[in-house]
């Protein structure tokens, strides 16, 4: 599964199946979860889903960065990074398969 992309229209799919919605229907309860997430981190909010995960906006601050090539300081502006945090119930399902593998 390395390297694969989930979709939006996989996720619409996958509404689909599992709750038996028409296809249309599905697609846009998928945008609309999605569209709300959007909006809500645009206003700053945090969004907890339970058993999976926080996303949440930082404010990083201004800071001196280097030029690799040229090694020259170059001032790197404030901004705003998004940070999705797993919850232990989502990292644990991760890691499932590992427990044996560790040594």
Do not use: C, W
């Amino acid at each position: 599964m390395t390297g694969k992309t989930v979709t939006r229209a996989q996720l619409s799919e996958a509404v689909y199946q599992e709750v038996g919605l028409s296809r249309n229907e599905s697609a846009e309860l998928v945008e609309a979860v999605l569209e709300e997430i959007a909006q809500s981190l645009s206003r700053d909010e945090v969004v907890k889903i339970s058993s999976f995960g926080s996303f949440l906006v930082r404010q990083k601050g201004e800071r001196i960065g280097r030029n690799p090539k040229t090694g020259e300081e170059v001032p790197i502006l404030p901004r705003k990074v998004l940070v999705f945090r797993p919850s232990h119930v989502l990292k644990n399902r991760i890691n499932e398969g590992l427990g044996g593998d560790a040594g």
